[in-house]
C-alpha cells in the first residue's frame, strides 16, 4: 500500500491541488511575520479545533478572534455557546489563561530549538497537546511537524502502514512522526505540505 499511497501524492502533485497546497504553505509562512496578538489568535484557533469540526472552527474563529485578547471566560464562554461551539467553557478558561503569554510567544518560538520548541507549548498552553502544538507551529510557518490526529490516523491504518493506537501517547505520537517523515522524504515534500495532501486524500478539502 505504501507504493499506492506515494504514486497518488505525485498524481496530485501535478494537479492543481499542489497549488493551492503551495498557497496555502505561503499563507502560514506569512502569520509567521505577523504581531503577538495575531500568533495568539492563531493559538486560540488550535485551542478551539481539538475534537471539533475544522469548518467550524474557521467559522467561530473568524467572528469571534478580535474577542480573544480581552473578552473575559463568562463573556468568551457565552459567545462560544452562541456559535454552537461544544466545549464553551473549558475552552474559553484555556485561551484565558493563555492571554497572559501571548507576548512571549513570538520569542519563544522563534530562539527554542524544534523538539524544544513543542515542548514548552505542551508545558505553558492549556489544551495543547503535541497535535495541538503541532498544528500551530504548522500554522505559524514551522514545516517539520506532524499534525497526527484521527483523520491521519484513519488513513494511515487504511493504507495499512500503522495499527490505530487506543491512546496517541508521545512515544507512540513521535514514531508515527518519523515514519510520516520518511514518507515526506520519498516524495520531497516538507511534513507540512505532507499533512495537506494527505488531509486531501482523507476529505477531498484543504483547510488549516
Not at 463573556?75 to 462560544?80: D, G, Y
Request: proline share 1%.
Amino acid at each position: 500500500m505504501m507504493n499506492d499511497l506515494l504514486s497518488e501524492i505525485q498524481r496530485l502533485k501535478h494537479s492543481n491541488i499542489q497549488t493551492k497546497i503551495k498557497k496555502r504553505i505561503q499563507e502560514f509562512k506569512d502569520v509567521n511575520t505577523c504581531s503577538a496578538d495575531d500568533l495568539f489568535k492563531e493559538l486560540c484557533f488550535c485551542i478551539l479545533t481539538a475534537n471539533f469540526n475544522a469548518e467550524r472552527t474557521i467559522h467561530i474563529h473568524q467572528h469571534l478572534q478580535e474577542c480573544f485578547c480581552t473578552d473575559t471566560k463568562e463573556i468568551l464562554s457565552a459567545k462560544l455557546r452562541q456559535h454552537g461551539y461544544r466545549f464553551p467553557n473549558t475552552r474559553a478558561a484555556y485561551i484565558v489563561d493563555s492571554v497572559f503569554k501571548k507576548e512571549m510567544i513570538p520569542a519563544i518560538i522563534q530562539t527554542l530549538q524544534r523538539d524544544e520548541r513543542r515542548a514548552w507549548l505542551v508545558d505553558n498552553i492549556k489544551g495543547f497537546g503535541y497535535k495541538e502544538s503541532s498544528h500551530f507551529l504548522r500554522n505559524i510557518g514551522f514545516d517539520d511537524y506532524a499534525i497526527i490526529d484521527s483523520h491521519i490516523l484513519e488513513f494511515l491504518q487504511w493504507q495499512h502502514l500503522i495499527k490505530q493506537p487506543k491512546t496517541l501517547t508521545i512515544k507512540k505520537y513521535v514514531e508515527i512522526e518519523n515514519l510520516l517523515r520518511k514518507i515526506a522524504k520519498q516524495t520531497q515534500l516538507t511534513l507540512a505540505e505532507l499533512d495537506l495532501y494527505l488531509w486531501y486524500l482523507e476529505t477531498g478539502k484543504i483547510l488549516k
